[in-house]
């Protein structure tokens, strides 16, 4: 057995179903996260990729299937016993305190383990941050709440984060500084689930593809083989 083989994926989704009321979004996903990498979940509006985050955080509580984190079953665990095991979640909608300053939204995680980051290093690590520290959230850019979104996490000590769309609405040099971020981030091992539909900032921070369409995963695909298969995946994408 080759040690890829041996080593078991940081997090595996099977026959994942999930529910808002009665209207069903995923019909029985399946795919991998290795432990170390990046991985996107692409795919058109609506494919139901950011209910995969939410049933992964148990915030779409209506599902059935498997989800295993570091081999424990998340499935009928609570939001807040999915972030104590480690996983962070950055929402498409940034979720930035108006009404707070760059550094006290900073503060507002819990560290629930240990190696999060102290205020300190996040200022250093997202330098753009430090310069704005004493602003109120109404008072950044698109791009600044962005950093702050993603910043905000790192405090937890979670070492799995799941982002959702942290390109949406952004000019494109904005979205290349998160990019560089987030390869950082990698870089600093930390493992990654990223939801996107620009599939340029996929294809800039990806090991892998994760193509999800009508709730189901339709192809996975290496960061090598993307440009083979682009025919195929912006067909999936409708664009
Ligand atoms: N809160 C909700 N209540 C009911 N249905 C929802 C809700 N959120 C999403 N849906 C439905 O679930 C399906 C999957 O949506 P989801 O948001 O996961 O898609 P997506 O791939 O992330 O696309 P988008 O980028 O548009 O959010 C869609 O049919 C959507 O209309």
Not at 10 to 30: C, D, I, P, R
Not at 135 to 144: D, W
């Amino acid at each position: 057995m080759s040690s890829e083989t041996a080593k078991a994926p940081l997090l595996q989704v099977e026959n994942l179903n999930a529910w808002y009321a009665e209207s069903q979004a995923l019909h029985g996903m399946n795919f991998e996260v290795p432990e170390g990498e990046l991985v996107t979940l692409i795919g058109r509006n609506g494919a139901g990729k950011s209910t995969t985050l939410r049933s992964i955080m148990g915030i779409v509580r209506k599902r059935k299937g498997s989800i295993r984190f570091r081999g424990a079953e998340l499935i009928g665990r609570q939001t807040y016993e999915i972030a104590r095991q480690g996983i962070a979640y950055c929402p498409e909608e940034r979720a930035i305190f108006a009404s707070l300053s760059v550094r006290e939204n900073l503060g507002l995680p819990p560290v629930l383990s240990a190696g999060g980051s102290s205020d300190e290093e996040l200022l250093e690590q997202f330098p753009n941050l430090r310069a704005r520290q004493n602003s109120m959230g109404t008072m950044l850019s698109g791009g600044e709440q962005q950093m702050l979104a993603i910043a905000r996490i790192l405090r937890t000590g979670s070492r799995f984060l799941l982002l959702d769309e942290p390109s949406e609405g952004l000019a494109p040099v904005v979205v290349k500084e998160i990019g560089q971020q987030i390869l950082r981030l990698k870089q600093r091992g930390y493992t990654i689930l990223l939801v996107e539909q620009n599939l340029k900032f996929a294809q800039m921070v990806a090991d892998r593809h994760v193509v999800v369409e009508h709730g189901q995963v339709v192809d996975v695909l290496a960061a090598d083989q993307l440009q083979a298969n682009m025919a195929r995946v912006k067909t999936y994408l409708g664009v």
